[in-house]
């Protein structure tokens, strides 16, 4: 509902602005696709090139 919507998106701004790190680490470890989301971040860290290689990585995978 409602809460869930704006504590992910609390989480989110927070995770953006102060890294991972300063996130509990139970949220993280109950986080879906937490690996999936970690790649995107370090993708976004490198630009459009880490975006792309990222992009590429999970197509691949699908394909598999």
Same mark, same amino acid.
């Given at each position: 509902?409602?809460?869930?919507?704006?504590?992910? &998106?609390?989480g #989110?701004?927070?995770?953006?602005?102060?890294g991972?790190e %300063? $996130?509990p680490?139970?949220y993280?470890? @109950?986080? !879906?696709?937490?690996?999936?989301?970690?790649? &995107?971040?370090? #993708?976004?860290?490198?630009?459009?090139?880490g975006?792309? %290689? $990222?992009?590429?990585?999970?197509g691949? @995978?699908? !394909?598999?």
């Amino acid at each position: 509902g409602r809460s869930a919507a704006v504590g992910a &998106l609390t989480g #989110a701004i927070l995770g953006a602005k102060l890294g991972a790190e %300063a $996130l509990p680490d139970f949220y993280l470890e @109950s986080l !879906e696709a937490a690996d999936i989301l970690e790649q &995107l971040a370090r #993708a976004a860290e490198d630009g459009e090139d880490g975006m792309e %290689a $990222l992009i590429q990585a999970l197509g691949s @995978s699908e !394909e598999a």
